[in-house]
């Protein structure tokens, strides 16, 4: 279903829901059922979200262009080792 829009010369803009393809170049009013002709607007696209669309941009970067990291990044490091030179003695995992 699509919107089209009518404008009554008396009663003003109004709407009427339709399936696509389908809209007549004149409908009644809904207010004094007048011969409106139809309005031609801008089709309302919507936009996708600003975060997903960042989120396909580097899914499809990184299909393409994997990116390559040299170092593990600071947020994923573990503690730094001890100074204690007794910890070096203790059995590792
Ligand atoms: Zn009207």
Same mark, same amino acid.
Request: charged content about 30%; hydrophobic content about 30%; proline content about 23%.
């Given at each position: 279903m699509a919107t089209y829009q009518y404008r009554c010369a008396e009663c003003g803009p109004f709407d009427v829901r339709r399936?696509?393809?389908?809209?007549?170049?004149e409908e009644p009013c809904d207010g004094c059922g007048h011969r409106s002709r139809r309005v031609f607007t801008s089709p309302m696209l919507t936009r996708t979200p600003a975060a997903l669309a960042q989120a396909l941009r580097a899914q499809e970067a990184g299909a393409y262009e994997p990116r390559v990291v040299g170092e593990v990044p600071a947020a994923r490091r573990g503690p730094a080792p001890s /100074?204690?030179?007794?910890? /070096?003695l203790l059995p590792k995992p």
């Open positions: 399936p696509i393809g389908e809209a007549r170049p /100074a204690d030179p007794r910890h /070096a």
